[in-house]
Structures are given as structure tokens and as C-alpha cells.
């Protein structure tokens, strides 16, 4: 790797966080809370120099093949729709078998600010193999950095900063990435299939009978990923993590007996990087957020049409309603036509409010003009062009 950057090109100007409290209240005891959150000022400069290094860091990760074969964040060619293809492919090879499938959805607490600086220093010298001026110019990237608090117009005086990569960089993402690529190393001792989307973890596996050896298998496991989060000072939000099992023939008494205390987290359907998955592959659960949200949106939009112009109205309804009927659409493939319908639905009444079309026209030729395909070929069109970029 060829980084052409002294040690000392990284002003300590750049490297000042602020934290503001940002008020809400819970739902649950009605008390006011503080959420704390570090604002990095970040100068236009520093981000310049960043998307230098990271262009010449993603080439030599991808030449030298250092990225986690299952990380899809922050990753040319891949998505949350690539990590949930490839999910919900194995699940559905799994319970094609015959045996029931377990996902085990896990959730980081304010993982890119828990980054000890010394341990990411430590995996980019001895696991990506930096050496010299390189590593010498990330070791002054993370030094001396500061944050103080600002409440108002009163700040705090600034305080050293010894974790955290900076919210808002264009390194952060992928230096986190690397913080966790030894975690691989407890999914392949456990020989257990997993996929991540940054702090985003995925772990899933085929259940021989919902047998006790399978279920002490994944408490092992689980056991084993938390000790080594808590070895890299990243905490396991247990309270987000979910348990779903795809198996049409086991009752949930059975299920909650089985678990034993992983039971608290088992649930019907999921929320997986926005795609509502259910155990039993329907997504009826999924369609039916969509149309919620995108009627809800639709409604919002025609009560402001008469003040926006066409151009505008047309960028609108694709920001608000087309993107949400394309986001991971070709899970849909094989959908049954009924909810492929309600989509349509929602599709056509976003036509008739873009055209002015009357309830009763024939969709069709709206459509058409508006060179707008069908539900069912934009799925088919997604598919196609995953294969084509695969």
C-alpha cells in the first residue's frame, strides 16, 4: 500500500468532537432522558484527505481480499439487499430440507463510538499488515483527538478522546469493519453461517428436530460472541435482540420450551434492516407496512400538490413512494398475487395523483406514458440486474 502522507497532515483542528444532548422521553417511565450523541466538526479539508486514504485503503483491502467475505457495509457492489438475498436464500435452502431454520438477530450499542483506539491500530498492523509511514499517519489520525459538551452556549472544556471513530468521517465506516474481523474466527469455530451489515449481526442455522444439542450449540455461541465483544469494549444490546424460528409444524409452546431462557426474545416476525420477516416466508407483514406508509405519505402529498410544480411532484412521489416499493423488492419474487396487487395499488394511486387521472381510467396507458413498469416487472427488472452486476 502506497499512502503518500507524513504523520503529520492530520491538523488537530480536524479532530474535535461535540456532544449534544438531544431531549426525548420514554415510553416507558415518562421521565425526560438525555441522549448524548458526538457531533464531529469536521472541516470540507479533513474530508478531502479522508476520501483520499479510503480510496487507496479499499484498493488494497479488495486487491489483497482483507474485507470479511460476509460484511455487505460500506462495500462497493454490496447492500442491505445483497445481505438479505443472501440470508433469506439459506433459510429457505434450510427449511427446504426439512429442518427448522433459526436467525438470530443481534444489535450493538453505540458501536462506532466504543472503537478502542488502541486495539483498531493494533488490527490494522497485524491483520490488514500496515506497516511504516502508513501506519505511522493512522496512529496520528486517532491521536489527540477531543470532545467536549455544548449545552446551549456553554461548552465544557475539551477532554482527551481514547475510543470512538469520528461520526459523520469517511473512514470511520470501514475502519470499523476491520475492528471486527477477527469475529469471524467464533462463527467458523462454531461452524455457524452469519452475515453482517455493519453493526448489524446475522447469525442462523438449521435445528436437527429442534434438538437440545442444536439450541446448547447456539447458547455456546452466543455466549462465546459476547465475551468477545466485551474483550473489544463493544456491549450487546440485549433488549434489540430477536429470535425467529421458520418452522410451520413446532407449536410456540413447544418453541418456549426448547429455548429455555432465549425464549424472552423468540418473536413471530422481524425487523431486518427494514424488511419485516415472518417464519413462514408470506411477508404479508412486509406488503402491508409498505402500503401503510406509502398511502400515508401519498395522503400528504395531495393535500400540497396544488403548490408544487409537475417536476417537483414527480421527484417527490419517487423519493417518498417508488423507493419504498423498490427497497429490497426482489425478495418478492414468487410473491403471492394478492399482495402483489396491494403494491399495485399503491403505484397506481401515485400515477393518478402525478397525471390528474381520473379514479376509473384505465392504469395502463398512465403507466406506460409515465414509463413506470409494473410491480411485477420491476421485480422481475431487479432480479435481472443483480444477476447482470453478480
Known amino acids: 500500500m502506497n499512502l503518500s502522507l507524513s504523520s503529520g497532515c492530520v491538523p488537530t483542528a480536524f479532530k474535535h468532537a461535540v456532544v449534544q444532548p438531544v431531549i426525548k422521553r420514554s415510553s416507558l ?3 425526560t432522558l438525555a441522549n448524548y450523541r ?3 466538526k469536521l472541516p470540507f479539508l479533513s474530508k478531502i484527505l479522508e476520501k483520499i486514504v479510503l480510496q487507496q ?35 429457505l435452502l434450510i427449511t427446504d430440507t426439512g429442518c427448522p431454520a433459526i436467525l438470530v438477530l443481534l444489535d450493538l450499542t453505540s458501536a462506532f463510538d466504543a472503537v478502542d483506539h488502541d486495539i483498531i491500530l493494533t488490527r490494522l498492523e497485524q491483520v490488514v499488515d500496515l506497516k511504516g509511514t502508513v501506519l505511522t499517519w493512522f496512529k496520528s489520525y486517532f491521536s489527540n483527538r477531543s470532545f467536549s459538551v455544548m449545552i446551549g452556549k456553554y461548552s465544557s472544556t475539551p477532554a482527551l478522546l481514547r475510543c470512538g471513530v469520528p461520526q459523520g468521517s ?23 453461517s ?7 449481526i446475522q447469525i442462523y442455522l438449521h435445528l ?23 474483550q473489544n469494549f463493544l456491549t450487546l444490546n440485549e433488549k434489540k435482540t430477536e429470535i425467529i ?28 434492516l427494514g424488511v419485516i420477516m415472518d ?23 395531495s393535500k400540497a400538490k396544488s403548490y408544487i410544480p409537475y417536476k417537483d411532484l414527480e421527484k417527490l412521489i419517487h423519493a417518498f413512494i417508488t423507493t419504498r416499493l423498490d427497497y429490497c423488492n426482489s425478495l418478492y419474487m414468487g410473491l403471492q398475487l394478492s399482495l402483489l396487487q396491494r403494491l399495485q395499488l399503491v403505484q397506481n394511486a401515485a400515477a393518478r395523483l402525478l397525471t390528474g387521472s381520473k379514479k376509473y381510467d384505465s392504469i395502463t396507458p398512465v403507466l406506460a406514458n409515465l414509463h413506470w413498469l409494473p410491480i411485477k416487472f420491476r421485480i422481475d427488472f431487479k432480479v435481472l440486474l443483480l444477476t447482470y452486476k453478480f
Open 57 to 91: 485503503l479499499q484498493t488494497y483491502l479488495e486487491r489483497n481480499g482483507l474485507y470479511e467475505k460476509f460484511q455487505s457495509g460500506f462495500r462497493q457492489r454490496h447492500s442491505t439487499e445483497t445481505a438479505l438475498l443472501r440470508v433469506f436464500n439459506d433459510l
Open 170 to 192: 469517511v473512514l470511520g465506516p470501514v475502519l470499523f469493519s476491520l475492528y471486527l474481523l477477527p469475529l469471524s474466527s467464533i462463527f467458523a469455530k462454531h461452524n455457524v
Open 245 to 272: 424460528v421458520f418452522d410451520r409444524d413446532t407449536s410456540p409452546g413447544r418453541l418456549n420450551d426448547i429455548l429455555g431462557p432465549a425464549a424472552s426474545h423468540l418473536t413471530d416476525a422481524v425487523r431486518n
Open 194 to 200: 452469519f452475515h453482517c451489515y455493519a453493526d448489524d
Open 208 to 230: 436437527t428436530g429442534l434438538a437440545s444439542s442444536s439450541l446448547h450449540l447456539l447458547l455456546d455461541y452466543l455466549r462465546d460472541v459476547k465475551e468477545w465483544l466485551s
Open 38 to 40: 458526538p457531533i464531529s
Open 29 to 31: 417511565d415518562h421521565n
Open 279 to 301: 417464519s413462514s416466508f408470506k411477508l404479508d407483514k412486509q406488503v402491508s407496512s409498505v402500503v401503510k406508509s406509502s398511502f400515508h405519505q401519498l395522503r400528504l402529498i
